[in-house]
């Protein structure tokens, strides 16, 4: 059973780091991707990162691209958001999702509502 379980969330000032996990289970992260999104109060989901172990690669979307850094833990089976400089804008639920027909070349195209397996959730707030 594919199973995702985010955490690492809380309430951070501006400028401020945080670091999100991603525990994975039930698949394999060497042929699967993981995507980092957000959802923002009162606007829709978006895609932030896709990391792809198989490929090597991960795409990162323009705003955040320089300030999040996506790790792995092989070990633990767990996927890694690094956040800094994080910004008010940057408030929001933050997930983490699977789709074993996603490729991370093409993320930016595919509606997140597509992505199958997803956790739920937690929080990020960027106040002073």
């Known amino acids: 059973q594919v199973r995702l379980a985010e955490s690492g969330g809380g309430l951070v000032q501006p400028g401020g780091s945080l670091r999100l996990s991603c525990a994975s289970s039930g698949f394999s992260l060497d042929h699967y991707p993981i995507g980092w999104f957000r959802q923002a109060p009162g606007k829709e989901r978006e895609v932030l990162s896709c990391?792809?172990?198989?490929?090597?690669?991960?795409w990162y979307k323009d705003s955040v691209k320089g300030r999040f850094t996506v790790a792995r833990d092989n070990e633990k089976r767990t996927v890694y958001l690094q956040m800094t400089s994080l910004k008010s804008e940057d408030t929001a639920v933050y997930y983490c999702a699977t789709d074993f027909e996603v490729t991370c070349a093409v993320v930016d195209k595919r509606p997140w509502y597509a992505w199958d397996y997803w956790g739920k959730g937690t929080p990020v707030t960027v106040s002073s």
């Open positions: 990391f792809s172990s198989g490929v090597g690669n991960t």
